[in-house]
């Protein structure tokens, strides 16, 4: 029996019932050529200690999550194997922090009282977390405090474009995002600058249990390499505007561990800071 489990972080623009049917019918295809039992319906699972005990519990095998909710749990049980999408050609995805050329925001130490938008969808995952460790390294305080107000969007025009009609002071969007962006309008590219972007990010994952070992288990991961390969897994992806899965070892998401763990210490050593009383 195969049980998958999707975090409800994946879902920020994706239609939660079009992704549960499409996973629906690849199970099917997949118990019915590969001989593999699947639970006909997925299940959608909400925060942290919710997709905690469905590990422990065992209630799922396969989990797709983000990069985030990956670090946290990793901490607490083991993943193998780890799949990763690719999505235009490339498994990871950098932010970018834009300002206005004309606008007044030449450096971090710029954006105290100003307004943020961000793009938040779990392409940007670890936005908010990259952007604190900027401006805490830069002697400053996490966005929240430090900002005057920041405000998400999902989709991306939404957070690009007050910028660009000086509505909104700064944004984090995807670098691919933004790119596209000024592809189709160039006058975005000319009135928007790059003030600070990130490193390689991979935003989200597809896991197993270490300890899921059935006899058919490699049965199943060629399932999910192959999954491009046939009407049922291409609707899969599509779903979640991808274009294919492979399996990586988890060295492949250091880069991301890091900031975040870089993240939990800079903020933790700047609350204690601001919190000890005065000599």
Same mark, same amino acid.
């Given at each position: 029996?195969?049980?998958?489990?999707?975090?409800?972080?994946?879902?920020?623009?994706?239609?939660?019932?079009?992704?549960?049917? *499409?996973?629906?019918?690849?199970?099917?295809?997949?118990?019915?050529?590969? @001989?593999?039992?699947?639970?006909?319906?997925?299940?959608? $699972?909400?925060?942290?200690?919710?997709?905690?005990?469905? =590990?422990?519990?065992?209630?799922?095998?396969?989990?797709?999550?983000?990069?985030?909710?990956?670090?946290?749990?990793?901490?607490?049980?083991?993943?193998?194997?780890?799949?990763?999408?690719?999505?235009?050609?490339?498994?990871?995805?950098?932010?970018?922090?834009? =300002?206005?050329?004309?606008?007044?925001?030449?450096?971090? !130490?710029?954006?105290? @009282?100003?307004?943020? %938008?961000?793009?938040?969808?779990?392409?940007?995952?670890?936005?908010?977390?990259?952007?604190?460790?900027?401006? $805490?390294?830069?002697?400053?305080?996490? !966005?929240?405090?430090?900002?005057?107000?920041?405000?998400?969007?999902?989709?991306?025009?939404?957070?690009?474009?007050?910028?660009?009609?000086?509505?909104?002071?700064?944004?984090?969007?995807?670098? @691919? @995002?933004?790119?596209?962006?000024?592809?189709?309008?160039?006058?975005?590219?000319?009135?928007?600058? =790059?003030?600070?972007?990130?490193?390689?990010?991979?935003?989200?994952?597809?896991?197993?249990?270490?300890?899921?070992?059935?006899?058919?288990?490699?049965?199943?991961?060629? *399932?999910?390499?192959?999954?491009?390969?046939?009407? *049922?897994?291409?609707?899969?992806?599509?779903?979640?505007?991808?274009?294919?899965?492979?399996?990586?070892?988890?060295? $492949?998401?250091?880069?991301?561990?890091?900031?975040?763990?870089?993240?939990?210490?800079?903020?933790?050593?700047?609350?204690?800071?601001?919190? %000890?009383?005065?000599?």
């Amino acid at each position: 029996m195969l049980s998958i489990g999707f975090s409800s972080s994946m879902f920020s623009e994706v239609n939660e019932n079009d992704a549960k049917a *499409a996973v629906k019918v690849w199970g099917q295809t997949v118990a019915r050529t590969e @001989g593999i039992q699947v639970e006909p319906d997925p299940k959608i $699972i909400q925060g942290m200690p919710a997709l905690l005990q469905a =590990v422990r519990n065992h209630t799922v095998d396969m989990l797709s999550l983000s990069i985030k909710e990956y670090i946290l749990l990793r901490h607490e049980t083991q993943f193998s194997p780890i799949f990763v999408a690719y999505i235009d050609g490339k498994i990871s995805e950098e932010y970018v922090l834009l =300002v206005h050329r004309e606008g007044r925001i030449k450096t971090l !130490a710029d954006l105290r @009282g100003r307004t943020l %938008s961000l793009q938040q969808n779990v392409r940007t995952t670890l936005a908010t977390e990259w952007l604190d460790t900027l401006l $805490i390294q830069n002697g400053l305080r996490p !966005a929240h405090e430090f900002c005057g107000s920041i405000n998400p969007y999902p989709k991306l025009s939404k957070a690009v474009l007050p910028v660009f009609f000086r509505q909104s002071d700064a944004c984090i969007v995807t670098q @691919g @995002g933004y790119y596209t962006m000024c592809e189709l309008n160039p006058q975005i590219g000319r009135q928007l600058q =790059v003030l600070a972007s990130s490193p390689k990010i991979v935003p989200a994952v597809l896991c197993f249990r270490a300890d899921y070992k059935p006899e058919f288990r490699n049965r199943v991961f060629n *399932a999910l390499r192959t999954l491009h390969q046939n009407p *049922a897994g291409q609707q899969v992806l599509s779903v979640f505007q991808s274009e294919r899965l492979v399996d990586q070892p988890e060295s $492949i998401l250091q880069e991301s561990i890091d900031l975040f763990e870089r993240y939990r210490r800079l903020t933790a050593a700047a609350n204690a800071a601001n919190t %000890s009383p005065s000599p």
